[in-house]
């Protein structure tokens, strides 16, 4: 028989694939072992082994049949009664957009006291801190795609608070694409908000280095890794938690040993850490610095595309790059229409196909409607999108 899919998440897997033809008993074992249940392609299987299987669909087709003309009849039904216009689905979608917006400001504002506090050596709200990653776990499993859209949209400060809840929010989203377990992703959020927590010692003049740094500079600069990792050892709320130890000591440990602070190789660096790696480095890939340029999202998957298997793990890429899509949340685009839009969400199936906004029209001035696309929709099959776009050379009205 011909598997095209499983119901486990491919970390669980024995298979490299969820797609492959069963050719040995062990392979049976194994499904018996890991799976509860298989979807096979009748088509793409011997007919030898699916001949009993399409005996049992030959039998159930006229019930399925009947079953197709009531829904499609109770469908048709549903559609003569419904009323809700467009308008005011558009206007739901901003409403998530907004209130996901009021989330992320309040976990910066909540990341700004924490921050601050330990800055003047008063203890750290750990209770707060916990609530905070909490509410990003929530916010991100009910609208990644909005909590995305935002990291990108938002005006970016140099303030630690936000590099870090946007990376927050990456990894998050990350982590729920890859099916770990609500109970670890706190824990993962927690490492993704504090990792950097040793740039507090670090001097703001070196911070804001506009160029390469000397040997000396680039050792306090990577002595914040060490720092963080004592200061949690020193929080009595924190210092049990030996993932996040983990993360903190080890998210810029690299996949060919070329990382710090121990030069670790391969699977001996903390799968969190890993993650954590992957997402810091786009997080500082796409976010505006006064010091230097910025990628677009599409560029900064690329350069993580080159660099699988040699500075990060290349199974965990190739999954954060189907996580964010080809057009991630927040990336402009340039349609073939000569319109100018953003990519306010992906569809999974489809990931070239994602949902739009259009910003410019065709002579790009700012449209003060400005409304929102789902390119999997066949009505719209002829928009498709030319290229991806850089904000710096667009005059973009504010979301």
Same mark, same amino acid.
């Given at each position: 028989?011909?598997?095209?899919?499983?119901?486990?998440?491919?970390?669980?897997?024995? %298979?490299?694939?969820? @797609?492959?033809?069963?050719?040995?008993?062990? !392979?049976?074992?194994?499904?018996?072992? %890991?799976?509860?249940?298989?979807? $096979?392609?009748?088509?793409?299987?011997?007919?030898?082994?699916?001949?009993?299987?399409?005996?049992? $669909?030959?039998?159930?087709?006229?019930?399925?049949?009947?079953?197709?003309?009531?829904?499609?009849?109770?469908?048709?039904?549903?559609?003569?009664?419904?009323?809700?216009?467009?308008?005011? &689905?558009?206007?739901?979608?901003?409403?998530?957009?907004?209130?996901?917006?009021?989330?992320?400001?309040?976990?910066?504002?909540?990341?700004?006291?924490?921050?601050?506090?330990?800055?003047?050596?008063?203890?750290?709200?750990?209770?707060?801190?916990?609530?905070?990653?909490?509410?990003?776990?929530?916010?991100?499993?009910?609208?990644?795609?909005?909590?995305?859209?935002?990291?990108?949209?938002?005006?970016?400060?140099? *303030?630690? &608070?936000?590099?870090?809840?946007?990376?927050?929010?990456?990894?998050?989203? %990350?982590?729920?694409?890859?099916?770990?377990?609500?109970?670890?992703?706190?824990?993962?959020?927690?490492?993704?908000?504090?990792?950097?927590?040793?740039?507090?010692?670090?001097?703001?003049?070196?911070?804001?280095?506009?160029?390469?740094?000397?040997?000396?500079?680039?050792?306090?600069?990577?002595?914040?890794?060490?720092?963080?990792?004592?200061?949690?050892?020193?929080? !009595?709320?924190?210092?049990?938690?030996? *993932?996040?130890?983990?993360?903190? @000591?080890?998210?810029?440990?690299?996949?060919?040993?070329?990382?710090?602070?121990?030069?670790?190789?391969?699977? *001996?660096?903390?799968? %969190?850490?890993?993650?954590?790696?992957?997402?810091?480095?786009?997080?500082?890939?796409?976010?505006?610095?006064?010091?230097?340029?910025?990628?677009?999202?599409?560029? &900064?998957? &690329?350069?993580?595309?080159?660099?699988?298997?040699?500075?990060?793990?290349?199974?965990?890429?190739?999954?954060?790059?189907?996580?964010?899509?080809?057009?991630?949340?927040?990336?402009?685009?340039?349609?073939?229409?000569?319109?100018?839009?953003?990519?306010?969400?992906?569809?999974?199936?489809?990931?070239?196909?994602?949902?739009?906004?259009?910003?410019?029209?065709?002579?790009?001035?700012?449209?003060?409607?400005?409304?929102?696309?789902?390119?999997?929709?066949?009505?719209?099959?002829?928009?498709?999108?030319?290229?991806?776009?850089?904000?710096?050379?667009?005059?973009?009205?504010?979301?």
């Amino acid at each position: 028989m011909k598997v095209v899919e499983l119901d486990i998440n491919w970390m669980n897997s024995p %298979f490299w694939r969820h @797609a492959f033809k069963i050719k040995s008993d062990k !392979e049976i074992r194994q499904i018996k072992q %890991f799976c509860k249940f298989v979807v $096979i392609d009748l088509n793409e299987s011997d007919l030898a082994a699916t001949n009993h299987l399409r005996q049992k $669909i030959s039998d159930q087709q006229e019930a399925l049949e009947a079953q197709k003309t009531a829904q499609l009849a109770k469908k048709k039904q549903k559609e003569e009664k419904k009323t809700e216009p467009v308008e005011a &689905a558009d206007t739901a979608a901003w409403q998530r957009l907004k209130k996901a917006e009021k989330d992320l400001e309040q976990t910066v504002e909540q990341m700004s006291d924490v921050f601050s506090d330990i800055k003047v050596g008063r203890a750290v709200d750990s209770p707060k801190l916990k609530r905070s990653v909490e509410t990003m776990a929530q916010d991100v499993l009910n609208d990644s795609s909005s909590l995305l859209l935002l990291t990108r949209l938002k005006e970016k400060e140099q *303030s630690l &608070a936000e590099k870090s809840v946007n990376v927050c929010v990456l990894t998050l989203t %990350f982590a729920k694409h890859l099916g770990i377990r609500k109970d670890q992703l706190c824990e993962l959020g927690l490492g993704a908000l504090l990792h950097d927590i040793g740039m507090l010692k670090v001097p703001d003049n070196l911070l804001n280095h506009p160029g390469p740094l000397n040997s000396s500079q680039r050792a306090i600069i990577e002595q914040h890794v060490m720092d963080g990792v004592s200061f949690v050892g020193l929080n !009595e709320d924190l210092s049990s938690m030996e *993932s996040l130890r983990d993360m903190i @000591a080890c998210h810029h440990e690299r996949y060919d040993g070329s990382g710090y602070p121990r030069g670790l190789k391969g699977k *001996s660096i903390p799968l %969190f850490a890993r993650i954590l790696g992957i997402t810091t480095t786009y997080e500082a890939m796409t976010r505006e610095r006064f010091y230097s340029e910025s990628s677009s999202p599409t560029q &900064a998957l &690329a350069k993580l595309y080159r660099w699988r298997y040699k500075l990060f793990d290349g199974r965990l890429v190739e999954k954060f790059i189907q996580a964010l899509g080809v057009y991630p949340p927040g990336c402009l685009v340039e349609l073939n229409t000569g319109q100018v839009a953003v990519v306010t969400a992906i569809n999974p199936d489809v990931r070239t196909r994602p949902v739009i906004r259009v910003l410019l029209s065709k002579d790009q001035t700012a449209l003060t409607d400005q409304p929102e696309l789902d390119l999997l929709m066949p009505e719209l099959a002829h928009i498709n999108i030319l290229r991806t776009l850089d904000t710096r050379d667009l005059d973009l009205p504010s979301v």
